[in-house]
């Protein structure tokens, strides 16, 4: 999406709403993609150390069509917050980069950090760890999540840019 916005304006905008409506992911998270700004409907994934659930995410296709036009997605995954095992790496995020989604938000860790900056994809994550995931076949999808303690739902609508990240339930531009 080519749109201009600034998340420090949809603060100033939204800094009183009580309804839960607006909220703000905490400043936890480390920029590894090759796009730093990014927007987009949110699709969750909840898994904990597999990325099974990521991967046949990102090998979905990652837009929807608009009257306005294609609008990529944001995957959010609620990994849980473990510094374990990386739940993104350079193959899973190529996927997500060639199947059009806008970004992916990980509440856990990426891998393959040089591959991962060198796609057009947006890519936040707590940390970079080396170590693969076990494939298991587990976690759900389009589930409410909550990450680093910020309930995220699937059609929330995701801003990120330089300076962080916010959650609206409804699209704000």
């Not at 796609?119 to 990450?147: C, F, H, N, Y």
């Amino acid at each position: 999406m080519s749109s201009t916005f600034a998340t420090c304006d949809f603060c100033d905008a939204y800094k009183n709403d009580a309804s839960g409506a607006f909220r703000v992911l905490p400043p936890v998270f480390s920029d590894y993609g090759g796009v730093r700004r990014f927007c987009g409907p949110v699709v969750t994934v909840k898994c904990f150390e597999d990325n099974s659930s990521v991967k046949a995410a990102v090998d979905s296709v990652g837009y929807e069509e608009t009257p306005a036009g294609r609008v990529g997605k944001v995957l959010v995954v609620d990994g849980g917050g473990s510094l374990r095992r990386a739940l993104l790496g350079g193959n899973l995020a190529a996927a997500a980069a060639r199947n059009g989604w806008a970004g992916v938000v990980i509440d856990g860790c990426v891998r393959d950090v040089v591959e991962l900056a060198a796609l057009s994809l947006g890519i936040r994550a707590l940390a970079s760890m080396p170590l693969p995931t076990e494939k298991r076949g587990e976690g759900q999808k389009d589930v409410s999540v909550q990450v680093q303690g910020v309930w995220v739902r699937p059609g929330d609508w995701l801003y990120a840019d330089e300076d962080g990240m916010v959650l609206a339930a409804n699209r704000l531009i």
